[in-house]
């Protein structure tokens, strides 16, 4: 399997404890910086809401239970601390220029690995 990051974000969280858990910190705005390679897909872009794919590259990857339930396993959580710890983060979008894309809802780690980005669901344009 490959997978290579097509941008970083740039987000106010240093740590991943200042990162908002869950994804619900509806005021943190972020910036995707998309490798100019991959600006071309940003064409067109219209949607409120965008799905980030990104990578947790400071979680632990040994975690297989959660710290404050050992009695479920990580599988049942959205933590970022899994064996692949690959995240998804749904965010509004404030604006699109060039290849960046200014969003608002962030979780995220400053300088997190920006794996790919997916149209809303609730956008429905496909």
Not at 12 to 26: C, K
């Amino acid at each position: 399997m490959e997978c290579d990051p097509i941008g970083i974000v740039s987000t106010p969280f240093e740590t991943t404890s200042e990162a908002p858990s869950q994804g619900f910190h509806e005021d943190a705005a972020g910036v995707v910086h998309l490798d100019e390679a991959y600006a071309a897909g940003l064409s067109g872009f219209d949607a409120s809401s965008v799905v980030i794919v990104w990578w947790a590259d400071r979680a632990d990857r040994s975690v297989l239970t959660l710290d404050r339930d050992p009695s479920r396993g990580v599988f049942t959580s959205r933590s970022p601390a899994r064996p692949n710890p690959v995240c998804i983060t749904e965010c509004d979008v404030i604006d699109v220029e060039g290849s960046t894309l200014r969003v608002r809802g962030v979780d995220m780690v400053d300088g997190s690995p920006v794996i790919d980005l997916k149209a809303s669901l609730r956008d429905r344009r496909g």
